[in-house]
C-alpha cells in the first residue's frame, strides 16, 4: 500500500519557521519527482516546490530565497524548511510523488502564519 504521510504544520508568528517532513512507503522512492503543494479554500493547488532524483530543484517565485526542498532518500522522506514566513503562506501543504506511470499525494499539514 502506497503511503505518503506529510507532517510537520502548525501555527507560526510570521517571519517565524517551520519544517515540513514527508515520508514515503510502499513505492520505490528514487523514481520518483517530489514536491510540495499548497492549496487554500476554493483555490487549486499551486506547486510550491519539486525536488527530482538528481536533487535538481524548482521553486515558486512567492517562495524563492525563503523555502528549501530537500529529500533523503535512504529514508523515503522529503523536506520543506520554511523561513521567513508570511500570513499568505497561511495554507494546507500537501506531499506529491510523481514517476513515469503514477502519482501520490499525501493528506495534507495545515500552516498558519499569524500573530
Known amino acids: 500500500q502506497v503511503q505518503l504521510v506529510d507532517s510537520g504544520g502548525g501555527l507560526v508568528q510570521p517571519g517565524g519557521s517551520l519544517r515540513l517532513s514527508c515520508v514515503a512507503s510502499?513505492?520505490?522512492?528514487?523514481?520518483?519527482?517530489m514536491a510540495w503543494y499548497r492549496q487554500t479554500p476554493g483555490s487549486k493547488r499551486d506547486l510550491v516546490a519539486r525536488i527530482d532524483s538528481s536533487l535538481t530543484t524548482t521553486y515558486a517565485d512567492s517562495v524563492k530565497g525563503r523555502f528549501t526542498i530537500s529529500r533523503d532518500n535512504t529514508k523515503k522522506t522529503i523536506y520543506l524548511q520554511m523561513n521567513s514566513l508570511k500570513p499568505d503562506d497561511t495554507a494546507v501543504y500537501l506531499c506529491?510523488?510523481?514517476?513515469?506511470?503514477?502519482?501520490?499525494w499525501g493528506r495534507g499539514t495545515q500552516v498558519t502564519v499569524s500573530s
Open positions: 506529491h510523488g510523481q514517476s513515469s506511470y503514477s502519482n501520490y
Open positions: 510502499g513505492i520505490v522512492f528514487d523514481n520518483y519527482v
